[in-house]
Nanobody, 129 residues
């Protein structure tokens, strides 16, 4: 079973940038599609919002409309890592960001949280106005 550990969250001003990383272990990383989700207070786990996803090979990516053009997801299958580069951050981006994995060898990217079986512990991103 794959274990995921996020890092890179923090406090940033509006318009700033952050780079989130997720390190995977315990599984064959290149057999997993990866996603980044975020959760704000008052929302349940199942209501985590899809931010970005990348398929097992890295050939396909998908982004939420709310972050498109500001966020880039990438993966390094040799290093078992997935990265979320965020720019032009807004206060509404404030949330706990979670890395997620699902075992899938397909070209599409799933955007539904309950389709991902493995989750990290989350990292807080706070954007001040």
């Amino acid at each position: 079973q794959v274990q995921l550990v996020e890092s890179g969250g923090g406090l940033v001003q509006t318009g700033g940038s952050l780079r989130l990383s997720c390190a995977a272990s315990g599984g064959t990383f290149n057999r997993y599609a990866m996603g980044w989700f975020r959760q704000v207070p008052g929302k349940e786990r199942e209501e985590r919002e899809f931010v970005a996803g990348i398929n097992f090979s890295g050939a396909t990516t998908n982004y939420a409309d709310s972050v498109k053009g500001r966020v880039t997801i990438s993966r390094d299958n040799a290093k078992n890592t997935v990265t979320l580069q965020m720019t032009s951050l807004k206060p509404e981006d404030t949330a706990v960001y979670y890395c997620a994995a699902r075992r899938a060898l397909e070209s599409t990217v799933v955007v539904t949280a309950n389709r991902y079986a493995h989750w990290g512990q989350g990292t807080q991103v706070t954007v001040s106005s």
